[in-house]
Every structure is written in C-alpha cells, then in structure tokens.
C-alpha cells in the first residue's frame, strides 16, 4: 500500500479513542488530516460540529473536500443512559454525514463507516458476516439500523462497513473492561469488582484495528460489510493471569453480581475469512502482551 501526501483524509470524532490513534498514524505517514470534535480544539485541522448538523457537516466538507471519509463519531459506551441520543448520533448522525456527501460536487474515494460486534448480539462461537444479527442491546440495535440505512447509498458512493469487535489500547477511557484492571492494577488495589470472569472474548489492540481500517480504506472494494477481528479468544481470566505476571502479583477478583448480564454467551469471537481475503492476515504483530505491557506503562 502506497500513501499519498496530498490526499486529505476526513475523520469524524477525530478525538475519540480510536481517532486519536488514526489521526496519529495518518499524519506519520504525511497525510492531510481534518475531521470532527464536539468541543472546541487548538488543533486547526479539527473542525467543532454536531453530527446531527447536516448542513454544518456540508460546509466544512466542501470546504475542505476530502478524498477519503472515515466515520467513527459515535456513542459507543453500550451502559450510556440517555438511549435516545445514542440512537440519534449512531444513525442520524451517520445518515446526515453521508447525505451532506451527496451534496458535494464529486465522489470522495472510499467512506469507511465503523458499526459494530454488537450487532450479531449473544450468538455463541465464531461469527461471519452472513449470519443473521440479533442485538441485545440498544447500541447494538442503533449500529444495525445504520447498518440497514447506509445500504440504500451504496449504488452512489463508495462504502465499505467494519464491524470491529472488542479491542482496547493506549488512552481508553476508564469505565472500559482493560482500562479499568489496568488501572487497578497501577494503584496497588487489592480487591476489584467484575463480572463473569470465564466468559471468552477477543482483546484486540487498537493499532491492529487502525491498521485494518487503513488497508480497507484504501482497497479497491466498497459496499461490503466485513468484521474487524483475529479471531482469537481470552478469557477476562487469561488476561488476569497475563497482567498478573506482568504486574508480579494477583489482584483478588471479587464478582459483582450486577455486572454479571443475563444469558451471557460462553464464547464470543469473529470469523477472519473475509478479512483475510480483502486485506491479508497481520494479526501476529498485534499480541495482547503487548497491548497490556503498553497500558501498565502509560503515565
């Protein structure tokens, strides 16, 4: 893959989570990056505005016309209260982004849209594209409705959907499952509250996830949807152990019975098939050692 330097890259919640980490790697590598944030920014490539402006999203797209769109604003904590807003950032959001592109006078390259795991919901084992999604919850329900919605625009724009599932990284916030350990971990604590410990779920790390989404962005393929996953398990336990060792002792786990949800599914992970196909198979360079030995360190 080739990076050009004169191409702009739009980045929607550019000071999110995963933004930050995509933004970081695209101004490496010499591309123009602009996107989005809520607030204010002493960034002048960030642009203050609400998603839920199509016409605010239309001004600073024409203004800045980029080649390539990355949508990632969204809400993405599945325990948020307020489910109305979720719904309308996670869809009316998306759809106002991609009509206010409609408005423009040319065709941006590619549009990468984040959804989510969430949409297959507890299906247990290994899950593929063609299954039937089954969400559980309302973040999840929110992403597959976007989901059905963005299919309408995909005979006039250039769209591929991900569906990452769970990964974590450098400058998570805390109330995520990885940060919140590690941050127990880092204060000494004795004690922490989980929930069911022996379930299985992936631990990807976030740099595996921007470096799937670059090679995506810029591949020949458009109007699929396909999983952002390696396929591989741990247990909330497995990743105890390895903290564990990392850290030179045991933290106590003591389970809260209101973290533990309601039929939870044993075993939760992503079939890599399609991926694989589309862009290759990197996962090897991403080990959760890695991933845990970089969160213990960071200030």
């Known amino acids: 893959m080739e990076l050009h330097s004169k191409e ?14 995509l933004e970081a790697y695209l101004v490496k590598n010499n591309y123009n990056v602009f996107g989005t944030v809520l607030g204010n920014s002493l960034n002048k490539n960030h642009f203050c505005c609400d998603i839920l402006d199509e016409n605010q999203l239309f001004e600073i797209l024409n203004q800045i016309k980029p080649t390539y769109v990355v949508h990632l604003a969204a809400i993405s ?7 109305q807003n979720m719904y309308n950032v996670n869809i009316f959001g998306t759809i106002n982004l991609i009509n206010a592109i409609e408005r423009l006078d040319y065709k941006p390259k590619k ?3 984040a959804s989510s795991a969430a949409i297959y919901g507890n299906i247990e084992g290994e899950l593929n594209e063609q299954m039937c999604p089954a969400p559980v919850n309302h973040y999840g329900n ?11 625009y995909f005979i006039n ?7 990452p599932f769970n990964y974590t990284g450098l400058g998570q916030e805390g109330h995520f499952l990885i940060p919140k350990i590690i941050s127990h971990y880092k204060q000494k604590k004795d004690i922490i509250e989980l929930g069911n410990i022996d379930v299985f779920r992936e631990f990807n790390n976030v740099d595996y996830v921007i470096k799937c989404y670059i090679e995506l962005l810029f591949s020949d393929y458009k109007s699929e949807v396909v999983n952002v996953c390696t396929g591989n398990e741990l247990s909330i ?4 152990d390895k903290i564990s060792l990392i850290a030179g ?10 973290f533990v949800r309601k039929n939870e599914v044993k075993i939760l992970k992503g079939s890599v098939d399609k991926l694989h196909g589309m862009i290759g198979d990197f996962t090897e360079d991403y080990g959760i050692e890695r991933t845990l030995e970089e969160m213990l360190k960071e200030k």
């Open 237 to 240: 336990n497995n990743i105890l």
């Open 8 to 21: 702009k890259i739009f980045i929607t919640g550019i000071n999110g989570f995963t933004g930050k980490h």
């Open 157 to 163: 724009q250039n769209i591929i959907i991900t569906r």
């Open 249 to 258: 002792y045991r933290i106590q786990v003591k389970v809260n019975p209101e």
């Open 142 to 152: 929110s992403k597959l409705v976007m989901e059905n919605m963005l299919k309408s």
């Open 77 to 83: 904590f599945v325990a948020s209260k307020n489910q």
């Open 111 to 113: 549009i990468l849209i």
